[in-house]
């Protein structure tokens, strides 16, 4: 007989984030796309603005996207770059955000601040994948290096 416990249920210990930038090369866009998990980003919503988050509630994807200007924006030479929103998928354990950059068609002088659950988990570490025809590669994110330029 093998006896199994757990702890709390909801609890990890491995707090990761995956995004991936690439550019279209049909359409000249870059396409972001970030995967994190649901509860983590539901429990940084409800303690940054003080109130109840759900995935089904009309407040989280407006709150969700402003957390999201504030913690991940992208800059080339000193100038913040427009991303703009397409979309959300929220899921039972992951949710997936949809952006994109209109015209930017290389990565080379960009600069990238990815501070996505930093605030909430100090031990998070969020992975960029990235691909621009060019080069391709992966940035680590973490508290102590939250910014990387291409």
């Known amino acids: ?9 909801s609890a990890h210990t491995y707090f990761e984030g995956i995004s991936s930038m690439t550019v279209n090369q049909r359409s000249g866009n870059l396409e972001i796309v970030h995967q994190f998990t649901t509860h983590d980003l539901l ?17 989280f994807e407006p709150l969700l996207k ?9 800059s080339k030479e000193n100038q913040s770059l427009t991303i703009d929103w397409i979309g959300v998928e929220a899921g039972i354990n992951h ?8 015209g930017l068609n290389e ?12 605030d909430l988990h100090p031990e998070q570490i969020n992975r960029l994948n990235f691909a621009d025809g060019q080069e391709k590669g992966t940035k680590i994110f973490n508290r102590q290096t939250k910014t990387a330029e291409f």
């Open 1 to 9: 007989m093998v006896l199994v416990t757990f702890g709390r249920l």
């Open 43 to 59: 429990v940084v919503l409800a303690q940054k603005y003080d109130q109840k988050v759900e995935i089904e509630s009309a407040n």
């Open 66 to 74: 402003n957390y999201w200007l504030e913690n991940f924006n992208l």
């Open 95 to 102: 949710t997936t955000i949809y952006q994109e950059v209109k």
């Open 107 to 118: 990565l080379i002088d960009v600069e990238v601040t990815h501070q996505i659950l930093m």
